[in-house]
């Protein structure tokens, strides 16, 4: 039998229905029912999509079917520019793809600590959405993290240290050779670093979001290297507590599309030698401010 197109659902007087959009946990996310990916997004759905991920910062599609690198490449476009990842390699044919692939051959897992995507990027990017099309049997869950939140949750003293700082996020010591296993050769190859405001304004909600992660912030600028160290150690410490978190477990063909600018997220590679795949696209968000 065909799979019904659920994007052509109609109500009885021809409009779209609204999608069901059910808060997944007090910090943040939520889960989405009542459209598949696979048949693209009609402009109505974009713009409760949009506005759901403006307001909980992670969605999670469930009952999905496989998108085609086309039609996830038209999606994302739709929220914007793609983003060209600097280092991993890109699917053939599709080069705004990023597969996600973790095998009992891999060295690394992607995504492994805490991050926003590719912060190391001058303009780094708005979100990212990713499906997993082959899940190991047990384990692979993603953590994601409020960065409103744990702003919100500092002392008025420390939000105003903050204020006037700017960090270094580098990804020289992330990918250098991180892709070999993937056929990969980077040598040559420069990879980006940037500086941003450790407090950034979100361009849409106007909130205030902490901007640091472990993997790609090095140093705060204005601070010795001692001061810089203790204060970057207190705040991943911080943006890490569980009260901000979240843990998704995935089910097969599940779509995750997460907002970089104001939640961080980690992948936890807890199911070797089991196999874990699927393809992300990027799109390319706003320089901090
Ligand atoms: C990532 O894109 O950082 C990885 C997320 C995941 O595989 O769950």
Not at 14 to 28: E, K, N, S, T, V
Not at 226 to 245: K, M, N, P, R, Y
Request: proline share 6%; net charge neutral.
């Amino acid at each position: 039998m065909p799979k019904r197109s659920s994007n052509a659902r109609t109500t009885r007087n021809g409009a779209r229905p609204a999608l069901d959009i059910r808060r997944y946990a007090p910090a943040l996310g939520a889960e989405v029912r009542g459209v598949d990916l696979a048949d693209g997004l009609d402009r109505a759905t974009y713009e409760q999509v949009r506005a759901a991920l403006l307001a909980h910062q992670v969605l999670f599609f469930k009952d999905q079917t496989e998108i085609s690198p086309r039609t996830q490449i038209e999606i994302g476009r739709m929220f914007g520019e793609l983003h060209m990842h600097p280092a991993a390699p890109q699917m053939a044919g599709y080069p705004e793809i990023f597969e996600i692939y973790v095998s009992r051959n891999s060295k690394i897992a992607n995504g492994e600590f805490w991050h926003s995507d590719v912060s190391c990027d001058e303009v780094p990017p708005l979100g990212t959405i990713l499906q997993l099309h082959v899940l190991p049997p047990i384990g692979g869950d993603t953590l994601f993290a409020n960065m409103y939140a744990a702003h919100d949750a500092l002392s008025e003293p420390m939000k105003r240290i903050l204020e006037g700082l700017s960090a270094v996020h580098e990804s020289e010591h992330v990918y250098r050779e991180r892709y070999s296993d993937r056929g990969v050769d980077d040598t040559g190859r420069e990879y980006p670093s940037a500086t941003h405001p450790v407090v950034r304004t979100h361009p849409e909600t106007g909130r205030k979001a902490l901007y640091v992660n472990r993997t790609f912030t090095t140093r705060i600028k204005e601070l010795e290297a001692a001061e810089s160290e203790a204060l970057l150690g207190f705040l991943f410490d911080h943006c890490e507590g569980i009260d901000f978190q979240i843990r998704y477990r995935w089910e097969r063909n599940d779509v995750a599309f997460w907002d970089n600018r104001c939640a961080m997220h980690r992948a936890i590679w807890d199911y070797w030698p089991e196999r874990r795949k699927g393809r992300r696209v990027t799109i390319k968000g706003d320089r901090p401010a």
